[in-house]
């Protein structure tokens, strides 16, 4: 598949690991967070969401934290799985906008 | 279960001809989005509309067009295409109404586009 990202910073986790993401956003107007997964060749899927009036949201195997003060957004995933390889990436969305604010991602490989 | 459909797949185009790539949803949502992906950046916004019949620029809408043909279908154009133009392509959709959003957009698999 094209690479999205020739020189993504990459992160490399034992399989059964705990991994974590990290993102840093631009805008203090934002007030909703979004994580991605994009697979080569495929198109982002969304993760989990965030809205500013929380620090932290649960799903299946992941967790997502928000910290407005040093404006940092992290993704937590639990025992990383071969599946879980891709490239991630956040996206900020101003308030009262349709305008998101990408970020360029990190590659997560996970090691067998 | 199809989502967000988009075709073609690839295209490659030469210099200062044009083509147009479609894109369908079958979630019933109000918003829908055209992004271009290119190495080393984040998703930029060409074009979006906010709902049937309206449509806006986003950051980079410089040579394209789009039309919003009706609730389920948004399409970009390219009149003349430029090798600067060569990038993959996606759509989205969200739920977003109003002047806001605060919805996940949902993607399709992307357009392949080369510009020779």
């Known amino acids: 598949g ?11 986790v034992q399989e059964g690991d ?4 990290n993102c840093a956003y631009s805008n203090s107007a934002s007030d909703y967070f979004i994580w991605y997964k994009q697979e080569s060749g495929k198109g982002p899927q969304f993760i989990i969401d965030i809205r500013s009036n929380m620090d932290k949201r649960q799903g299946q195997r992941v967790t997502v934290l928000l910290n407005k003060t040093v404006k940092h957004l992290s993704l937590q995933i639990a025992a990383t799985q071969p599946g879980d390889s891709a490239v991630y990436f956040c996206a900020e969305n101003i308030s009262g906008t349709y305008k998101y604010i990408f970020g360029t991602g990190t590659r997560l490989k996970v090691l067998a | ?3 967000v459909t988009q075709t ?10 044009s083509m147009t790539l479609q894109c369908a949803q079958d979630m ?3 918003s829908m989005y ?7 950046m984040g998703l930029r916004l060409i074009y979006y509309s906010a709902s049937e019949g ?4 986003g950051e980079v809408p ?6 919003r043909l009706n609730k389920r279908e948004f399409s970009l154009r390219l009149e003349s295409a430029a090798p600067s133009q060569t990038s993959v392509y996606f759509c989205a959709s969200s739920e977003g109404t109003g002047g806001s959003s605060n919805q996940p957009q949902h993607f399709g698999d992307g357009t392949r586009l080369s510009i020779l």
């Open chain 1, 2 to 12: 094209e690479s999205v990202g020739l020189h993504l910073p990459t992160l490399s």
């Open chain 1, 18 to 21: 705990n991994s974590i993401i």
């Open chain 2, 1 to 3: 279960n199809a989502g």
């Open chain 2, 8 to 17: 073609p797949k690839f295209q490659v185009l030469k210099t200062g001809q």
């Open chain 2, 28 to 30: 019933n949502h109000n």
């Open chain 2, 34 to 40: 055209w992004y271009r992906q290119d190495p080393g």
């Open chain 2, 54 to 57: 309206t449509t806006d620029k």
């Open chain 2, 62 to 67: 410089n040579g394209y067009n789009v039309s």
